[in-house]
T-cell receptor
Framework: KAGVTQTPRYLIKTRGQQVTLSCSPI?????VSWYQQTPGQGLQFLFEYFSETQRNKGNFPGRFSGRQFSNSRSEMNVSTLELGDSALYLC?????????????FGQGTRLTVV | QQQVKQSPQSLIVQKGGISIINCAYE??????FPWYQQFPGKGPALLIAIRPDVSEKKEGRFTISFNKSAKQFSLHIMDSQPGDSATYFCAGSGSARQLTFGSGTQLTVLP
């Protein structure tokens, strides 16, 4: 079974630009969550999507948004990039029925804002 | 009330020794406690997880000990190997299903 695939792996953007990151979950997984990882703040939850609906959202500004498609693939978008948005963005997929199930992470997209 | 506090920040252990990482949580609604292992350039990988209805869970060299009354849990790595050198994260999750992570422990196992 293929793992969680995130594209691109690396990205360099200029302050003020916007960026879209993509995540393909494990086949059969319906839940996709996004996390931001930085040396200072650690791993922080951004949002979770299940069956194309955002079920939960972390404490991030509205510049961070996401969506999920009918095939469970997900994208996250960051508009008006700031230097502080430089981070490793991780996507995790899980089957997510009514109970907790294992969350599998992708390798992440390393975003650098200059 | 969502925090998970993890210690130590870094840990150096000799090969064959026991590595112990501790976490404490505040949110009593958490009902799922996983541990993740992360190597440089990789995403976190689930190592082992526990629910609060058991006090201990063992998988190979990895054991989680859970103390519900103290709201603490720990990871024990027996017979630590150089290949275990990585960053370890504890986490808690409740009905919202989002993972609240600890700050991470960088483990170095000396050969």
């Amino acid at each position: 079974k293929a793992g969680v695939t995130q594209t691109p792996r690396y990205l360099i953007k200029t302050r003020g630009q916007q960026v879209t990151l993509s995540c393909s979950p494990i086949s059969g997984h319906r839940s996709v969550s996004w996390y931001q990882q930085t040396p200072g703040q650690g791993l922080q939850f951004l949002f979770e999507y299940f069956s194309e609906t955002q079920r939960n959202k972390g404490n991030f500004p509205g510049r961070f948004s996401g969506r999920q498609f009918s095939n469970s693939r997900s994208e996250m978008n960051v508009s008006t990039l700031e230097l502080g948005d430089s981070a490793l963005y991780l996507c995790a997929s899980s089957y997510q029925g009514s109970d907790h199930t294992e969350a599998f992470f992708g390798q992440g997209t390393r975003l650098t804002v200059v | 009330q969502q925090q998970v506090k993890q210690s130590p920040q870094s840990l150096i252990v000799q090969k064959g020794g026991i590595s112990i990482i501790n976490c404490a949580y505040e949110n009593t609604a958490f009902d799922y406690f996983p541990w993740y292992q992360q190597f440089p350039g990789k995403g976190p990988a689930l190592l082992i997880a526990i629910r609060p209805d058991v006090s201990e869970k063992k998988e190979g060299r990895f054991t989680i000990s859970f103390n519900k009354s103290a709201k603490q849990f720990s990871l024990h790595i027996m017979d630590s190997q150089p290949g275990d050198s990585a960053t370890y994260f504890c986490a808690g999750s409740g009905s919202a299903r989002q993972l609240t992570f600890g700050s991470g422990t960088q483990l170095t196992v000396l050969p």
